[in-house]
């Protein structure tokens, strides 16, 4: 795990903190923070996608090398159709913009989930997306969008997968391993994430990152994403420096 000292901006000074390496959010509460205001839902997912580039850009000053964050669930497609086609509209017009942004400022920007339902013009920009992130080099953070994803549906998938291979006998059953599961899910190149945070009040997993959760730990706080600021990852992060982390061990 990176240590950084966010006051100092330097490694391993005595009083430095301990920084998760992979932070993820389930970015809720956007109805609610709208409908305080007597706004539409979308007025509040619109502003919860304008705290996405903020955090995220706020994680990578801070020495946090993974941020990721569920922006659509394989359950979301039952909302109402003006709710799920705002949402589509905010990653068509929002998503690239802020990405260009992120680049700057040394976050790849990165899709995740089952991406082969989406509507092609979307795909096309999610692609546009992903070759800017690959000119960023080795030293970028990574800020991964999660759309169209469920835990069990990544699962599923990569069990399928593995069946695949065992059917084309490239693959004992025997030789099905962690690692092997894991090398097909959507995260297979980045570590478990070590904090996830739920704003909003609820209590639940709601089928995010079921599998690489395993040791995560889980911060939960009453703000509502759009009203979600730096001060608030602060504070989530000092939360997780109080926990012992002892993997199963003692
Ligand atoms: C859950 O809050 C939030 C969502 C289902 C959508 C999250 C998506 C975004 C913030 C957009 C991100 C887009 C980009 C381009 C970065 P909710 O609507 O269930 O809130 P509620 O529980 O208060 O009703």
Known sequence: MGIFDR???KQEQTQARAVPRHIAVIMDGNG????KRGLPRKAGHKV????????ATYCKDIGVQYFTVYAFSTENWKRPQDEVDALMNLF????REAAET??????????????????PD???????VHALADTLGEQAATASLCINYGGRDEIK??????ARQVAEGTLRPEDITEDTIGAQLYTAHMPDPDLIIRPSGEIR???????QSAYAEYYFTDVLWPDFKPEHMDAAIEDFNRRSRRFGGV
């Open 7 to 9: 006051f100092t901006g």
């Open 32 to 35: 609610r923070w709208a409908k």
């Open 48 to 55: 919860g996608a304008e705290t996405f580039r903020t955090i």
């Open 92 to 95: 068509r017009t929002y998503l």
């Open 102 to 119: 992120m680049v700057e400022r040394g976050v790849a920007v990165r899709v995740l989930g089952d991406l082969s339902v989406l509507p």
């Open 122 to 128: 979307l795909l096309r920009q999610i692609d546009e």
């Open 157 to 162: 998938n990569a069990v399928r997968a593995l």
């Open 205 to 211: 997993t709601s089928n995010f990152l079921l599998w």
